[in-house]
T-cell receptor, first 112, second 112 residues
Framework: KNQVEQSPQSLIILEGKNCTLQ??????????LRWYKQDTGRGPVSLTI?????NTKSNGRYTATLDADTKQSSLHITASQLSDSASYIC???????????FGGGTRLMVKP | DVKVTQSSRYLVKRTGEKVFLECVQD?????MFWYRQDPGLGLRLIYF???????EKGDIPEGYSVSREKKERFSLILESASTNQTSMYLC???????????FGNGTRLTVT
């Protein structure tokens, strides 16, 4: 069964600090991996999309890495800001019908 | 920018009522999706549509139906609302494989 597991479930950091969120998946065959940010009360917004051949992709202070061999991805947030407080969702595309499998998300809180 | 608009942010309905959730996208996307999002369960696919009048069941279609009479509009119908359908409902559209999903801001439905 295709699965996407994210860790930690929740995280609290101080403003200005860095953090790394993890995503492990079992989806096969793999097509691409996406990270989304979801602010409270809003729909998810795409941060990055990575294909098999890409192992790093940046979007401002967000850097996603992908290791397709170990089926792991991470999202690194540099110099966190209060506005980074949100849920971060890892989504893997692949498997039969190239469907999307969602992780349960990591809830990040950045405190002043 | 793609805009996905869900007609209601908050809805309160009674058990047994018929409920319509409307979603409209403005980018001529062929693929549209309905998800529900519950704490600890992540996003789960209810139904999706890859063309007008076409629909496919997702992972949890029971108790729901959908309608896609026009390309830009995808409606989710709860034939007889039940309390276990209290949830956040997210609509999304997708222009092409490999591209990002574009989400609406969600409808928080409470069934009492």
């Amino acid at each position: 069964k295709n699965q996407v597991e994210q860790s930690p479930q929740s995280l609290i950091i101080l403003e200005g600090k860095n953090c790394t969120l993890q995503c492990n998946y079992t989806v096969s065959p793999f097509s691409n991996l996406r990270w989304y940010k979801q602010d409270t009360g809003r729909g998810p917004v795409s941060l990055t999309i990575m294909t098999f051949s890409e192992n790093t992709k940046s979007n401002g202070r967000y850097t996603a890495t992908l290791d397709a061999d170990t089926k792991q991805s991470s999202l690194h947030i540099t110099a966190s800001q209060l506005s980074d407080s949100a849920s971060y969702i890892c989504v893997v595309s692949g498997g039969a019908g190239n469907m999307l499998t969602f992780g349960g998300g990591t809830r990040l809180m950045v405190k002043p | 920018d793609v805009k996905v608009t869900q007609s209601s942010r908050y809805l309160v309905k009674r058990t047994g009522e018929k409920v319509f959730l409307e979603c409209v996208q403005d980018m001529d996307h062929e693929n549209m999706f309905w998800y529900r999002q519950d704490p600890g369960l992540g996003l789960r696919l209810i139904y999706f549509s890859y063309d007008v009048k076409m629909k496919e069941k997702g992972d949890i279609p029971e108790g729901y139906s959908v309608s896609r009479e026009k390309k830009e509009r995808f409606s989710l119908i709860l034939e007889s609302a039940s309390t276990n359908q209290t949830s956040m409902y997210l609509c999304a559209s997708w222009g092409q494989p490999g591209g990002p999903l574009h989400f609406g801001n969600g409808t928080r439905l409470t069934v009492t």
